[in-house]
């Protein structure tokens, strides 16, 4: 059983241009979570997502990033006009229900230049 | 906001037990307490989880206080492949929704 995949692994983006990060959960898996980590930092909530809908964005920020989960293929996270300050690791989590244990995925880290 | 309260760092060497303290005097009676660590360059794993009583897997042990008000996480042998950041994390009704905190910086010497 595949565990979370997320690719791109390294994104690099001039400021102004759009990153696509993509999460495939684990098989079964329904539910869908992305956390951001800058640099020497520990990881921040962004948004949780079942299939088609979103449960909680409470930690997306208000412009510019937006998040999927259709009913097929895999979360998107999208941040669009990027700027140097989005440059960090981006986590994507997956679990088979609302509850207990999230498994990670290894990570886009995305490069803003 | 994190309400979970842990020693920035700790070193231990390897094969001997590692104990690693939280805090979390404002716990509610539904909250679980999660343990997740974070290899360098990896995501985070889970460890290990508990609401009451105590918790043993194979990775660790959770050492809940009777007033829940604290848990140690513990290793029994650290080995080098144990240093990685630990978090813990209260999850109200095992939801999941997680915040973390600064976690513990724990570095094993051989």
């Known amino acids: 059983n595949a565990g979370v995949m997320q690719n791109p692994r390294h994104l690099v983006r001039r400021r102004g241009q759009e990153a696509r990060l993509r999460c495939s959960p684990m098989?079964?898996?329904?539910?869908v979570y992305w956390y951001r980590q800058l640099p020497e930092e520990g990881l921040k909530f962004m948004v949780y997502?079942?299939?088609?809908?979103?449960?909680?964005e409470s930690g997306m920020p208000k412009e510019r990033f937006s998040a999927e989960f259709p009913k097929e293929g895999p979360s998107i996270l999208r941040i669009q006009q990027v700027v140097r300050g989005d440059s960090a690791a981006y986590f994507c989590?997956?679990?088979?229900?609302?509850?207990?244990?999230?498994?990670f995925g290894p990570g886009t880290r995305l490069t803003v230049t | 906001d994190a309400k979970t309260t842990q020693p920035n760092s700790m070193e231990s060497n390897e094969e001997e037990p590692v104990h690693l303290p939280c805090n979390h005097s404002t716990i509610s009676g539904t909250d679980y307490i999660h343990w997740y660590r974070q290899l360098p360059s990896q995501g985070p794993e889970y460890v290990i989880h508990?609401?009451?009583s105590n918790v043993n897997n194979r990775m660790a042990s959770l050492a809940i206080a009777e007033d829940r008000k604290s848990s140690t996480l513990i290793l029994h042998r650290a080995t080098l492949r144990d240093a990685a950041v630990y978090y813990c994390?209260?999850?109200?009704?095992?939801?999941?929704?997680?915040?973390f905190g600064a976690g513990t910086r724990l570095t094993v010497k051989p």
């Open positions: 098989k079964g898996h329904s539910h």
């Open positions: 989590a997956s679990s088979p229900i609302g509850q207990g244990e999230q498994y």
């Open positions: 508990g609401l009451t």
């Open positions: 997502l079942q299939k088609e809908n979103i449960i909680d």
């Open positions: 994390i209260l999850i109200e009704n095992n939801n999941n929704d997680m915040r």
